[in-house]
């Protein structure tokens, strides 16, 4: 089940127990504005996934920080 929580800058609280988590145990991400993290919580054992987008103006600062790798 995927769901939208609380989220701060240090993480998300639990859905079963309301525990802070600091940082998802994986990150996947979908394409360059999605990214779905897992998260599991170790007071309760309780594994859920939440959704995140990036807002486009953080591409492009993105971009201008890390330029691709590829040379022609």
């Not at 998300?12 to 996947?28: F, H, K, N, R, V």
Request: hydrophobic content about 40%; aromatic content about 14%.
């Amino acid at each position: 089940m995927t769901a939208i929580v609380f989220a701060s800058d240090y993480g998300t609280t639990c859905e079963q127990c309301g525990d802070l988590l600091i940082a998802p145990d994986w990150s996947e991400y979908e394409d360059e504005q999605h990214v779905l993290n897992l998260w599991s919580c170790p007071k309760c054992g309780y594994h859920f996934e939440t959704e995140a987008f990036v807002p486009s103006i953080a591409e492009s600062v993105i971009r201008a920080f890390f330029p691709s790798l590829l040379v022609a």
